[in-house]
Antibody, heavy 121, light 107 residues
Framework: EVQLVESGGGFVQPGGSLRVSCEASGFTFNTYEMNWVRQAPGKGLEWIAYISAGGSTMYYADSVRGRFTISRDNARKSLHLQMNSLRVDDTAVYYC??????????????WGQGRLVTVSS | EIVLTQSPVSLTLSPGERATLSCRASQIVGTSLAWYQQKPGQAPRLLIYDVSHRATGVPARFSGSGSGADFTLAISSLEPEDFAVYYCQQRSLWPGSFGGGTTVEIK
């Protein structure tokens, strides 16, 4: 069974740092591209970061570029999002999402359960 | 950037009724269009990809259609578990974008 289990996140003051992680199981992690998607309270979905299967290519949304870093450890089947210089408007639930599995082209076929990140003074 | 506009914003229906949700793109996206379902406190779930292909385990009452820039998600007969928020997503133009969502509420 494919599972993505997230950990980390929490509460931080503006300007602080947090890390969210995503542990994968039930599939060959190192053959899948992965993403982070966030959702502010009561709002819609926003893609924020992508990493290639091998970990050599990363892309970011303009809203987080230069502050967030996506990474992966294929040996440990884990995905990470390091968030620095956090702002109040980064407050959201953060989801990891697998891309393109089970023939779904390049859509997100499995998602983690989400972790809440709250940035407030 | 491709903007996806979903309509209506909310839809109030009774179990057993048919639901029809719309997603309109600001430019042509071809077949690179998906639909997700999200229930309160849960992660989104992929329902439909490439316009009309149901994801694994998705009931046949869910169907997707459309072409170019106009797409529809239909739920033929609403079950109690179908009341949720539905998002469309395009991946035609990197990195993709999501619509604002349609809430399907119980009457």
């Amino acid at each position: 069974e494919v599972q993505l289990v997230e950990s980390g996140g929490g509460f931080v003051q503006p300007g602080g740092s947090l890390r969210v992680s995503c542990e994968a199981s039930g599939f060959t992690f190192n053959t899948y591209e992965m993403n982070w998607v966030r959702q502010a309270p009561g709002k819609g979905l926003e893609w924020i970061a992508y990493i290639s299967a091998g970990g050599s290519t990363m892309y970011y949304a303009d809203s987080v570029r230069g502050r967030f870093t996506i990474s992966r450890d294929n040996a440990r089947k884990s995905l990470h999002l390091q968030m620095n210089s956090l702002r109040v408007d980064d407050t959201a639930v953060y989801y990891c999402a697998r891309e393109g599995g089970e023939g779904t082209t390049n859509f997100y076929d499995y998602w983690g359960q989400g972790r809440l990140v709250t940035v407030s003074s | 950037e491709i903007v996806l506009t979903q309509s209506p914003v909310s839809l109030t229906l009774s179990p057993g009724e048919r639901a029809t949700l719309s997603c309109r793109a600001s430019q042509i996206v071809g077949t690179s269009l998906a639909w997700y379902q999200q229930k309160p406190g849960q992660a989104p779930r992929l329902l439909i990809y490439d316009v009309s292909h149901r994801a694994t385990g998705v009931p046949a009452r869910f169907s997707g259609s459309g072409s170019g820039a106009d797409f529809t998600l239909a739920i033929s007969s609403l079950e109690p578990e179908d009341f949720a928020v539905y998002y469309c997503q395009q991946r035609s133009l990197w990195p993709g974008s999501f619509g604002g969502g349609t809430t399907v509420e119980i009457k």
